[in-house]
């Protein structure tokens, strides 16, 4: 081929999917992060942070304010609904998604306790902390619209 051939110009790139909203998955069990973290990216949510210790979640909701949290109740460090209720005292405005095993003859008090102390939608994970993707989505679909209204509220704020 001589100096001037011509390339093969490269399709363009499709657009990229428009990112729906950010979460922040706390939780210290790698089989929940395997079951979320997929459904999550199909879904088109940006995922600004994994945390394994409940000593980084304030900091990190304060730095980054995702649209909504999903937070396990098994944390290293902290029980998860005492970790809800000081989300929800420090950001009242937190959507929050909570995660937990009930199985337990303390499940109903414990649902009581996260819903009490602000979650928006309770997801329920097995022994091993495996979610199915059909039971992330439905939650996903209702907690995307409480993050939807939480993101309008801080805009009116804003002006």
């Not at 729906?20 to 089989?31: G, I």
């Not at 900091?59 to 098994?74: G, T």
């Amino acid at each position: 081929m001589g100096l001037f051939s011509r390339k093969k110009k490269e399709p363009p790139a499709p657009p990229a999917q428009t990112v729906k909203a950010s979460v922040l998955v706390c939780t210290n069990n790698r089989n929940t992060v395997e079951a979320l973290v997929p459904v999550l990216e199909q879904e088109h949510l940006a995922i600004k942070g994994i945390l394994w210790e409940s000593a980084e979640i304030l900091e990190r909701y304060q730095a980054i304010r995702p649209d909504f949290v999903m937070l396990d109740n098994d944390l290293n460090g902290q029980d998860g609904l005492e970790m809800l209720r000081e989300l929800r005292e420090a950001h009242p405005g937190a959507v929050v998604v909570f995660l937990g095993t009930f199985f337990e003859s303390s499940a109903q008090a414990m649902v009581a306790r996260a819903i009490t102390y602000g979650a928006k939608q309770i997801l329920a994970k097995n022994k091993e902390g495996k979610i199915p993707a059909e039971n992330i989505r439905g939650c996903l679909d209702k907690v995307m619209d409480a993050a939807a209204e939480k993101k309008a509220s801080e805009l009116q704020g804003d002006s």
